[in-house]
C-alpha cells in the first residue's frame, strides 16, 4: 500500500487562509444584488465615471476616485451591463482580497522571532487572527458592499 505523508504545516495556513476568504466573500456577496434600491454617492460617481470609460474617455484619475477602482467597474459594468450589480460587485471582491493581504502581511511581519528563530505558529496566529478579525468586520463588510 502507499502512504502519502501531507505535511500539515504548509497545508494549515491554506486552509485557514481558505476559510477565511470563503467567509469573507460569503459576507459581501451575499444578495449583494438585492441591496436597497438606488445608489449611494460614491457608487453613483463610480458608474458615471465608468461610463465615460467605456465610450473612451481614459484618466489615470477621476475626480476624487481612484482609476483602478473606476477601470474596474467599467470592466464589471462592460459583462453585467448597467446594473447596481455591476457598481458593487468590484468593491465587494477588493474588500473580501484585503483578508488574503492581511493574512500574508501578518504571516510576513512575524515570521522571525526576537533571536532570528522562525517562528511558524506565531505568524500563523497573528495571520489568522488579523484575517478572521478583518473577514468578520461589520465596518468592512458594510463598506465592502456599498461603496
Given at each position: 500500500m502507499i502512504?502519502?505523508?501531507?505535511n500539515r504545516v504548509e497545508l494549515?495556513?491554506?486552509?485557514?487562509?481558505?476559510?477565511?476568504?470563503l467567509v469573507a466573500l460569503f459576507l459581501r456577496l451575499y444578495r449583494l444584488h438585492e441591496l436597497e434600491p438606488g445608489l449611494k454617492f460614491d457608487e453613483g460617481w463610480n458608474g458615471i465615471y465608468a461610463l465615460q470609460v467605456l465610450?473612451?474617455?481614459h484618466a489615470l484619475t477621476f475626480g476624487d476616485k481612484e482609476g483602478l477602482g473606476v477601470y474596474l467597474t467599467a470592466l464589471a459594468t462592460k459583462f453585467l451591463g448597467r446594473t447596481p450589480l455591476a457598481l458593487r460587485l468590484p468593491t465587494a471582491l477588493?474588500?473580501?482580497t484585503t483578508v488574503l493581504v492581511v493574512f500574508w502581511l501578518g504571516r510576513l511581519l512575524f515570521e522571525w522571532g526576537e533571536n532570528g528563530s522562525?517562528?511558524?505558529r506565531r505568524s500563523?496566529?497573528?495571520g489568522a487572527i488579523g484575517a478572521g478579525l478583518l473577514a468578520v468586520s461589520l465596518g468592512q463588510?458594510?463598506?465592502g458592499r456599498t461603496a
Open positions: 502512504r502519502f505523508k501531507t494549515t495556513p491554506f486552509l485557514v487562509l481558505l476559510a477565511f476568504t465610450q473612451g474617455e477588493a474588500s473580501a522562525a517562528t511558524r500563523l496566529a497573528v463588510t458594510l463598506m
